[in-house]
T-cell receptor, first 112, second 114 residues
Framework: EDKVVQSPLSLVVHEGDTVTLNCSYE??????LLWYKQEKKAPTFLFML????IEKKSGRLSSILDKKELFSILNITATQTGDSAIYLC????????????FGPGTRLSVLP | NAGVTQTPKFQVLKTGQSMTLQCAQD?????MYWYRQDPGMGLRLIYY???????DKGEVPNGYNVSRLNKREFSLRLESAAPSQTSVYFC?????????????FGSGTRLTVV
């Protein structure tokens, strides 16, 4: 059964801390892995990763994929209260699969 | 297994044809959502339903209609498909519209309009 697992499910930190969110997967026909930030109703796209070992960065956020060990991490440095959200990991599959498999998300709370 | 079930998984339509995407959840969630995902744009909300019997427009509702048939089911209808509606569509459910952790997504429908 295809699945995506995220850890931790919930995390509370203080402003300025660095956090690492984990996503591991077991899916067939892997095409890419995507990270989203979800606030309120609509998730915001963060990164799409297709190749191992290539770090993608956007400001204080960065992410990397390991296709051999089947996981990805999302790092957030110098966290701010505006980083409080649910971070979703999803895997996109080639045809004849489930299409997308979403993880349960990590709920990050950043305290002042 | 508990979760969100979407059908169909794939669909090709001709311009002007109509179709309905079906979504059902068995987690007793009040809120349900329809999103579309386009390359480089992430997920955009089409419609949502905060509870049975209510529906509201999201960010990109034009060209779509929805129906919250009961607490479990939330369908999305394209009355006259256009190439601009080629996208991947996701249904999701949540225990609360804004605050509760617990969004669950379906596996998506890849729709191509030619």
């Amino acid at each position: 059964e295809d699945k995506v697992v995220q850890s931790p499910l919930s995390l509370v930190v203080h402003e300025g801390d660095t956090v690492t969110l984990n996503c591991s997967y077991e899916v067939t026909n892997f095409r890419s892995l995507l990270w989203y930030k979800q606030e309120k109703k609509a998730p915001t796209f963060l990164f799409m990763l297709t190749s191992s070992g290539i770090e993608k960065k956007s400001g204080r956020l960065s992410s990397i994929l390991d296709k051999k060990e089947l996981f990805s991490i999302l790092n957030i440095t110098a966290t701010q209260t505006g980083d409080s959200a649910i971070y979703l990991c999803a895997v996109d599959q080639y045809n004849y699969g489930q299409n997308f498999v979403f993880g349960p998300g990590t709920r990050l709370s950043v305290l002042p | 297994n508990a979760g969100v079930t979407q059908t169909p998984k794939f669909q090709v339509l001709k311009t002007g044809q109509s179709m309905t995407l079906q979504c059902a959840q068995d987690m007793n969630h009040n809120s349900m959502y329809w999103y579309r995902q386009d390359p480089g744009m992430g997920l955009r909300l089409i419609y949502y339903s905060a509870s049975e019997g209510t529906t509201d427009k999201g960010e990109v509702p034009n060209g779509y209609n929805v129906s919250r048939l009961n607490k479990r089911e939330f369908s999305l209808r394209l009355e006259s498909a256009a190439p601009s509606q080629t996208s991947v569509y996701f249904c999701a459910s949540g225990s609360d519209s804004f605050t509760n952790y617990g969004y669950t997504f379906g596996s998506g429908t890849r729709l191509t309009v030619v």
